[in-house]
Structures are given as C-alpha cells and as structure tokens.
C-alpha cells in the first residue's frame, strides 16, 4: 500500500454568478491549460439558495473543462441544486492562499535586454521565507507567496510547501512541495536527498522511485514537462 498526495484549486463563486462566470472565462482565456487535469472543489459557502443562476454553475463548470471531487457550502435539500450530479465528497485539506493563473505564452521572443531587465525585476520583487532553525518533525510550513530557506535540516515527518522554489541547506528527509501556485520553475535544492516525497507544480515523486545514486548527494529537482527530474549539484 502506498500514499500519494494531491494539491486541488478551489473556487468559490460570488452572485451575481453571470459576472462571476464572465470573469471566470477571462482567467481561462489567460491560461486555457490551468485547470486541464486538476482536482477542483467547488466551495458555495458565499452562494444563497435563492441566488440566480445556480441550478445552471455546475454543467457550467463542466462546459469549461471543470473537473470536480468535491462540493462544499451546499446541500442536496436546496431546489436549484436537485439536477446537479454532485461528486464524492472530501473533507479537510489545507488552505495555501491565493492562486495567480498565469498567462500563456503566445507566439514572438522577447527582447533579450528587456527579458533580463524583466527577470532582475521579479527576482527583487519576489517575497521568500527565511527559516534560521531545523524544521522538526511534525511540522508543516506553508508559503504561497514565494521560496522557502530553509538554513538547517527538514525532519522526516515535517513537511514544506511553497508557491516558488525550496532551498534547503541541510538533510532533507521529509516532504517538499514546490511551485504550489502554477510555478512549473520551481525548484527544489536540498544539500543532501533522502526526502520523503517532493512535488512540483502538482506532480509528485516518493522515496521509492527516486535515483538511489543521488540519495545522500546535493541535488536540484526541477520539472521537465510531466517528469520530476533529480540532478546532482555537485
């Protein structure tokens, strides 16, 4: 028996649900990939019953490629939702804040002058986490806004999850997410391997199928395409 763990989206629609819709289609004509394959759950908790347009959000959803697990801040027993083909409930999860979409990528180079003026720019700007101390096990820390520093060792059991990269200059024995927010750049330094899970932008490796050569060793995971890939650092 093995575990795995998966990170969902979840949206929370607002009445009116025609304007909330529009401005749900405007974030999918950014980024047309961003929910293709991903958990949703959809949370009702700012919906009334009486509300317009509910009986049609979710084949809405489904319309645009929504793919749900779970439905929350509704009930069965409302009228507009006696159609809806409701899916297996989950319970409990981790909130990790805001998600940014990106946007696509559409045809054209940049200029290489302004493309690293641009890329000194978002690395200034770019909020991290310093962690001064070893993270001990049972311990999770959570942070959506950027990398996480980790100076020391991360304890198996203790968990780090961050919208961008994790730098760890220690043993890294328990898990590690990265790229929590769509970040597929994201990656994951550690100064010796022996993690328990890492993941990236959803895509997950357990200890089991990690490269026994780089157990041990400093190594960088980064994303190539669907495949975490672990390369040694030094």
């Not at 989206?9 to 293709?36: C, K, M, N, T």
């Not at 101390?133 to 942070?143: A, D, F, K, L």
């Not at 994790?166 to 769509?182: D, E, M, Q």
Request: with cysteine; aromatic share 6%; charged share 20%.
């Amino acid at each position: 028996m093995r575990g795995r763990s998966f990170m969902a989206l979840v949206l929370s629609p607002e009445p009116p649900l025609a304007s909330w819709l529009l401005g749900l289609d405007a974030q999918i004509a950014r980024s047309a990939s961003f929910f293709a394959g991903r958990p949703v759950i959809l949370d009702c908790g700012l919906l009334d019953p009486s509300d317009e347009g509910i009986a049609e959000l979710l084949p809405a959803l489904a319309d645009r490629g929504v793919r749900l697990i779970a439905i929350e801040g509704a009930d069965q027993s409302w009228p507009a939702t006696e159609g809806w083909d409701w899916p297996e409930g989950f319970s409990g999860g981790r909130a990790v804040g805001a998600l940014e979409v990106p946007d696509d990528v559409e045809g054209g180079q940049a200029d290489a002058a302004g493309g690293a003026a641009g890329l000194q720019e978002a690395a200034r700007a770019a909020p991290s986490l310093l962690i001064e101390e070893p993270v001990r096990s049972g311990q999770s820390i959570v942070y959506a806004e950027g990398d996480v520093i980790v100076i020391g060792s991360v304890a198996s059991g203790a968990e780090i999850a961050a919208g961008g990269s994790i730098h760890i200059y220690g043993t890294l024995r328990g898990r590690a997410v990265a790229g929590l927010s769509g970040n597929r750049d994201a990656r994951i330094l550690c100064r010796r391997m022996n993690a328990e899970l890492i993941a990236i932008d959803g895509y997950y490796m357990t200890a089991e199928d990690m490269p026994a050569g780089l157990l041990g060793k400093s190594t960088q995971t980064r994303l190539d395409g669907e495949t975490l890939v672990l390369l040694p650092l030094d």
